[in-house]
């Protein structure tokens, strides 16, 4: 069964380091999204995108979050200059295009820790 | 808008006895509403969802929820806890529409004993 893949599981970076996360969405997916878990909270909505562009984001997603499909297959969230608040888990997320499709498939995360 | 409310952050049952997982919500809209489970350093893991077919959701693993508009509830039971059912349960809601961002509740840790 096809899934979506996520790298690295761990991520440790220090304050203002520029990170990018990665994910590869299951292959006929259309849609791709970003949430976040920070430790003790609920997951929350980042960004969702669609050909080739943001079609939502949240009011976390600042300047400093930018999304990115540089291929076919990779989706890729970057973080500019990271502050002790972004560590949390990154989860991906995608989704068919199609009636009845509303069904998001989760990676398994990236645990962003910044020191 | 729309928001999500599990009322238990924890629940602790004995293996072969029952589960209730308790999950309100609030929309604006006629929702679509899901249950993820996730276990330890897993992904999120879908176990059922309601989009506005049967009430009553039947899901994997012997899971199953009932959509109750009046009460704005989406419950989820089982009726035999098994060890494997340990892990995180999240109530999601989601509008019909496209880009569908998800809302999540805050989670319910399910413990099982032997």
């Known amino acids: 069964e096809p899934e979506v893949t996520q790298t690295p599981s761990h991520q440790v970076t220090q304050m203002g380091q520029e990170v990018i996360l990665r994910c590869v969405p299951i292959s006929n997916h259309l849609y791709f999204y970003w949430y976040r878990q920070i430790l003790g909270q609920k997951v929350e909505f980042l960004v969702s995108f669609y050909n080739n562009e943001i079609s939502e984001k949240s009011e976390i997603f600042d300047d400093q979050f930018s999304v990115e499909r540089p291929d076919g297959s990779n989706f890729t969230l970057k973080i500019r200059s990271t502050k002790l608040e972004d560590s949390a888990m990154y989860f991906c997320a995608s989704r068919r295009q199609g009636q009845n499709t509303d069904t998001q498939y989760f990676g398994p995360g990236t645990r962003l820790t910044v020191l | 808008a729309q928001s999500v409310t599990q009322l238990d952050s924890h629940v602790s049952v004995s293996e072969g006895t029952p589960v209730l997982l308790r999950c309100n919500y609030s929309s604006s809209y006629s929702p679509s509403l899901f249950w993820y489970v996730q276990h330890p350093n897993k992904g999120l893991q879908l176990l059922l969802k309601?989009?506005?077919?049967?009430?009553l959701v039947k899901g994997i693993n012997g899971f199953e929820a009932e959509f109750k508009k009046s009460e704005t509830s989406f419950h989820l039971t089982k009726p035999s806890a098994h060890m494997s059912d340990a892990a995180e349960y999240f109530c999601?809601?989601?509008?019909?529409?496209?880009?569908?961002?998800?809302?999540f509740g805050g989670g319910t840790r399910v413990l099982v004993k032997p």
């Open positions: 999601v809601v989601s509008p019909k529409a496209a880009g569908n961002k998800l809302t």
């Open positions: 309601y989009t506005s077919a049967a009430t």
